[in-house]
């Protein structure tokens, strides 16, 4: 009886959340076009938004944990706050971006082309200044303008969540781009127990319990030993050790 009544209260209080996270995102989307209208200043303009989704989402993180949808750790929370940071993590689940963008206060982030197509998200990516990854050189040269600006970018390797089962697999496009901005690395190190949110799921598919999400941040990466090689050979090699690096983590986690 206390199994299904705590099945039916996180039932409902994930589709509470999922229809906060909506409506929020509305406003968000309303919000952020009134910054393009108001704002003119397009760097002054990004770091608002970016504050905004940052505490957005650390409400949200926060407002599942309170109705014991999901409980969370961060270990080493502290270094994703230092601002110029090439944040790369692994993707299990759709809240990772959510947890890491709410740690970071000036988060940039590496998006699919085909938001900005999105009547409703475009808005919010172009008021943030959001990367899209549909031109490899472009996205290199806006990286590095971000974080020369002082934010930290986050990037997920694989390209996409990871199919639970899976042996993982990893683009070479964010080793691409720590190489050639000449940054260390600051991996985290995300687990999801019970597994939900993934490619496999629907929202609603919620698990047979309250499902603990971990993110460790782990010491950096020094891309030193990448770089005496051209850069493609580089990126090659530096995406080889990343998925040795991960893929032991997680066993290990």
Request: glycine share 6%; net charge positive; aromatic share 8%.
């Amino acid at each position: 009886m206390l199994r299904r009544m705590n099945y039916v209260w996180r039932l409902f209080a994930t589709t509470f959340g999922y229809i906060v996270f909506g409506l929020g995102g509305l406003i968000a989307t309303v919000i952020c076009a009134l910054c393009i209208l108001v704002i003119r200043n397009p760097l002054r303009r990004q770091k608002v938004v970016k504050r905004l989704i940052h505490l957005c989402f650390k409400l949200f993180v926060n407002l599942m944990d309170f109705l014991r949808v999901l409980s969370f750790e961060i270990e080493g929370k502290a270094l994703l706050k230092e601002p110029g940071r090439v944040i790369l993590a692994n993707h299990p689940s759709l809240l990772d971006v959510v947890f890491l963008i709410s740690c970071v206060p000036q988060a940039d982030c590496v998006v699919k082309s085909r938001l900005l197509r999105n009547p409703f998200m475009c808005w919010v990516m172009l008021a943030a200044g959001y990367i899209a990854n549909d031109q490899p050189q472009t996205v290199v040269e806006k990286a590095a303008e971000s974080l020369q600006k002082g934010n930290s970018l986050i990037v997920f390797p694989e390209g996409t969540r990871t199919k639970v089962g899976n042996t993982m697999t990893m683009q070479r496009g964010a080793a691409n781009i720590a190489i050639r901005v000449g940054k260390n690395i600051t991996p985290v190190v995300i687990t999801c127990k019970p597994s939900t949110l993934t490619k496999e799921n629907n929202w609603y598919e919620i698990p047979s319990r309250r499902f603990h999400v971990s993110l460790m941040v782990k010491d950096e990466i020094d891309i030193q030993p990448f770089s005496s090689s051209p850069p493609s050979v580089g990126a090659r090699d530096l995406t080889q050790y990343l998925l040795t690096y991960f893929s032991q983590e997680l066993a290990n986690a």
